[in-house]
């Protein structure tokens, strides 16, 4: 029953996270989370296309984007009582997507 509540929580906060990325500076942007059930180590990966749909505009972020970024995902998990952002925690930019591996140890 632990578990299950863990797991539930951790979904309403991978949805808080994905709606924060979706609505990032008032845009319109596509998010996709996947969570990991299949190891010890509860955690997801979320990418995030950097193209609103709304407007066709490309959101190219700079170094303070991605540190508010990363500060916002933070909070939400500290928010819904997870230890937030481990050290060594990786963010790419690649092409047209944004990588972001959020994982957690509580």
């Known amino acids: 029953e632990e578990e299950s509540r863990q797991l539930g929580g951790f979904v309403d906060c991978m ?12 845009g319109h942007y596509q998010v996709l989370s996947c969570i990991h059930l299949n190891t010890d180590n509860l955690h997801a990966h979320i990418i995030e296309n950097n193209i609103d749909f709304a407007t066709g505009a490309r959101f190219t972020p700079s170094q303070v984007d991605f540190y508010a970024i990363l500060d916002g995902i933070d909070g939400i998990l500290k928010k819904h009582g997870f230890s937030g952002l481990l050290p060594g925690f990786r963010l790419k930019q690649r092409t047209n997507h944004l990588y972001r591996g959020v994982r957690n140890e509580s």
């Open 15 to 26: 949805r808080e996270i994905v709606s924060f990325l979706a609505h990032w500076q008032g």
